[in-house]
């Protein structure tokens, strides 16, 4: 791969009339030009994005309630949308908690394990470095011995801890709570308190988290909180081994977390929206106190790119720090030292962006080969050859602006 006369994004700033060039996947050249202080407009060059939190996964298998469909399906449509985002790196997140007690539920431990056993059995064939998070529900202690099978067959690259207990971290509010259940259960308010009921009385399995951590950490895997609210929470996420606070919902809560040294991530709707869908932390809010370290997709794949950019048009950081927020990060929380930035030995996992408020993926390369091309959207000035790349079929191409 070789990009001549670019706008390039590298760790220190934005440099235009730049080039870069790789080979074998690895990135083996970097011609800074003349560093530029304003917003870049035009084509603009960027790492590949390293997402550690989406969702996705989950509702392209189910739809809708009771919609199964093929996970190989499942997985292969999620992968367009990644690239198609700019994620070239991506952690999906699958849970094991069962909150609607259907017996069909897609969350349930066993469909869980075909999930994550696709997930690992495809990664050579998707173009998006396709990860397993494994959302370890605390109230779920069933899913304890599975998820440390997974671990020790090296099915999984991060565990997080979930305490989706009413009361307390996203839901603080008991009626949020039902409301919230209202809704994304489509129950009346009756069902949704029975729900409510039912989730306070589970009893917590702290042995059980204890062991998850242990074994997360002997094999190298970085372990999130989900939702931390307050001090207390974050300093007994951090004696169990936690290294990333996951979508901390209060300023306490995303202070304390950086003051013990962990990373601080935060959805990247949040951050394009400019506040919280269920009223917690704003994500605005912690980049400005400087607490903010990443943003995730979450539940959309396409807020993380446009809230990268949108960050930097409007003032809020230079460019150059708000793609850290997506790329550098994120790797460094999950500790991928081969990713996350344009640096000389590092992956070629580069995404061209039409710069703007409204930015476009143009085109996306994973180890340096051409995962996505939005069509004649580039400047393309030759075929390298007629090198075609071994799984997409795409040809290898030279650019220039």
Request: charged share 25%.
């Amino acid at each position: 791969m070789q990009l001549k006369n670019v706008t390039i994004v590298l760790p220190d700033g934005v440099y235009q009339n730049s080039a870069m060039s790789a080979k074998d996947g690895i990135i083996t050249e970097i011609e800074k030009g003349e560093k530029l202080s304003e917003f870049p407009t035009g084509l603009v060059v960027i790492p590949g994005l390293v997402d550690l939190h989406g969702d996705m996964l989950e509702r392209e298998l189910e739809p809708r309630p009771t919609s199964r469909f093929p996970v190989e399906m499942a997985l292969d449509e999620l992968d367009k949308r990644h690239v198609a985002s700019g994620i070239t790196t991506a952690y999906v997140a699958l849970s094991f908690a069962d909150f609607a007690e259907r017996d069909d539920d897609l969350r349930l431990n066993t469909r869980m394990i075909e999930v994550v056993e696709a997930v690992v059995s495809r990664r050579d064939s998707l173009s998006c470095d396709t990860r397993v998070h494994a959302r370890f529900e605390i109230m779920n202690p069933e899913a304890a011995p599975l998820l440390e099978t997974m671990i020790a067959k090296k099915q999984v690259e991060m565990v997080s801890l979930m305490d989706h207990t009413p009361g307390q971290g996203q839901f603080r509010d008991l009626e949020n709570y039902v409301l919230y259940m209202m809704k994304w259960l489509k129950v009346g308010r009756d069902a949704a308190q029975k729900e409510l009921e039912r989730q306070m009385s589970q009893p917590k399995t702290w042995e059980s988290v204890q062991e998850i951590c242990r074994l997360a950490t002997a094999h190298g895997l970085p372990v999130a909180s989900h939702d931390d609210d307050t001090e207390a929470k974050v300093s007994l996420m951090r004696e169990l081994g936690v290294t990333i606070s996951e979508f901390p919902v209060s300023l306490e809560a995303v202070r304390t977390a950086k003051a013990n040294g962990m990373h601080t991530l935060m959805g990247a709707p949040n951050a394009l929206r400019g506040r919280s869908h269920s009223g917690n932390l704003s994500a605005i809010e912690a980049l400005k106190c400087q607490q903010l370290d990443a943003l995730s997709s979450d539940y959309y794949p396409a807020a993380i790119l446009h809230a990268t950019f949108g960050l930097a048009y409007k003032g809020l950081a230079p460019l150059h720090e708000t793609v850290k927020l997506v790329s550098q990060n994120p790797a460094l929380a999950a500790r991928l030292s081969n990713k996350g930035s344009l640096e000389i030995g590092k992956d070629a996992d580069v995404v061209m962006i039409h710069s703007g408020l409204a930015p476009r993926v143009a085109a996306t390369f994973r180890a340096g080969r051409m995962v996505y091309w939005a069509g004649d959207t580039l400047p393309v000035v030759e075929l390298a050859q007629s090198t075609v790349t071994k799984k997409s079929g795409i040809p290898l191409l030279a650019f220039i602006k």
